[in-house]
């Protein structure tokens, strides 16, 4: 039990009970200031905030992708009027980019974003074509190893054209597009060459060798959020 200083005896024991009393006091008051300090320190408010940040409501799908998703869904259907550009138009007010009518000193060369060179365009980049034709002929092997008699070819032209670019493979391009062979104005996944290259494929008839002639221009852009 502890005792009153009045009853610890001579004035000297009482003084130096009082030091034991306020030397003992010391520590506690030290970490009491410790805590208050830790607790209002830049570093513990900033974990406070780590803690119940919420993640952004808004769409964190790369605006590329929401593009192609879009043009995806609508393959075997018809956008708008059937037009090439209808396509394009339609996949880039959906995805929240800025569409044809954002570039209205665009002409006739239409401008879909910012220009980007083929090499570099990805899955949701807007391709434009001027006076693109592709010639393709086709050579079957038969089981004798000669040439097959009914060697054919296709020219496919696409004069002023849109389309999106849902693959570059370097070589090759997938895109979706419509108002293009062989669907017509329902929309499509297609497979072109860039340039003029060589390939053998398998057939049911056996191997076909493929040689595309590839002529004309493709321009790329990179789409913009819309403001």
């Known amino acids: 039990m502890i005792q009153a200083a009045s009853d610890l005896g001579p004035p000297l024991l009482r003084i130096a009970f009082a030091a034991v009393l306020s030397l003992g006091a ?3 008051q030290h970490a009491a200031a410790r805590q208050a300090a830790h607790a209002s320190s830049p570093r ?3 974990r406070a905030r780590q803690i119940t940040w919420q993640p952004s409501q808004a769409d964190p799908t790369p605006l590329g992708d929401r593009i192609v998703a879009f043009a995806r869904q609508q393959e075997g259907r018809t956008v708008g009027d059937g037009e090439c550009a209808d396509l394009a138009e339609a996949a880039l007010r959906q995805a929240g980019a800025r569409d044809f009518s954002a570039y209205p000193d665009s002409g006739d060369d239409y401008v ?3 220009p980007i060179p083929l090499s570099e365009a990805r899955p949701g980049d807007i391709l434009q074509f001027h006076n693109f034709t592709i010639r393709t002929t086709t050579t079957t092997a038969s089981f004798f190893g000669q040439a097959a008699v009914d060697e ?14 849902e693959e570059n493979r370097g070589g090759t391009l997938e895109i979706l597009e419509q108002n293009a062979p062989p669907a017509g104005r329902a929309v499509q996944l297609t497979e072109i060459p860039v ?31 819309a403001d």
């Open 26 to 28: 010391i520590p506690l």
């Open 44 to 46: 513990s408010r900033s």
């Open 152 to 165: 054919g070819w296709q020219l496919d032209s696409r004069d002023h054209h849109t389309a999106i670019l």
């Open 112 to 114: 879909w974003g910012r």
């Open 195 to 225: 340039a003029s290259m060589v390939r053998t494929v398998q057939s049911q008839d056996g191997p076909q060798t493929q040689h595309f002639e590839v002529s004309g221009e493709i321009h790329a852009y990179r789409p913009l959020l």
